[in-house]
């Protein structure tokens, strides 16, 4: 969990250097069921707003939507240590 937080705040940092706004809507999905969805504001603490984890762990690869405060949207993919942006 602790390296999917890292991944998670790069593609966030990415998200913003592609000029998205906060909020954001964070939905992290993979192959064997686990689940996380987040709103992320900030200066403050992300809001889980549902979660389900399979196993207690995300395995690859993993897919994230971001949604932002405009609506704009990101796929980014997590595959083992590699990251894409879509």
């Given amino acids: 969990m602790e390296e999917?937080?890292?991944h998670l705040a790069q593609a966030l940092s990415?998200?913003?250097n592609?000029?998205?706004k906060l909020p954001f809507i964070?939905?992290?999905?993979?192959p064997n069921g686990s689940v996380l969805v987040t709103r992320v504001n900030e200066?403050?603490?992300?809001?889980a707003l549902a979660q389900h984890f399979e196993n207690d762990t995300f395995t690859?690869?993993?897919n994230i939507m971001v949604v932002d405060h405009n609506g704009e949207a990101a796929r980014v993919v997590i595959s083992g240590r590699?990251?894409?942006?879509q």
């Fill in 26 to 30: 964070v939905c992290a999905i993979s």
């Fill in 14 to 16: 990415q998200c913003i």
């Fill in 82 to 85: 590699s990251i894409s942006y």
């Fill in 4 to 6: 999917l937080q890292e």
């Fill in 43 to 47: 200066g403050r603490e992300p809001d």
């Fill in 18 to 20: 592609n000029g998205m």
């Fill in 60 to 62: 690859p690869p993993i």
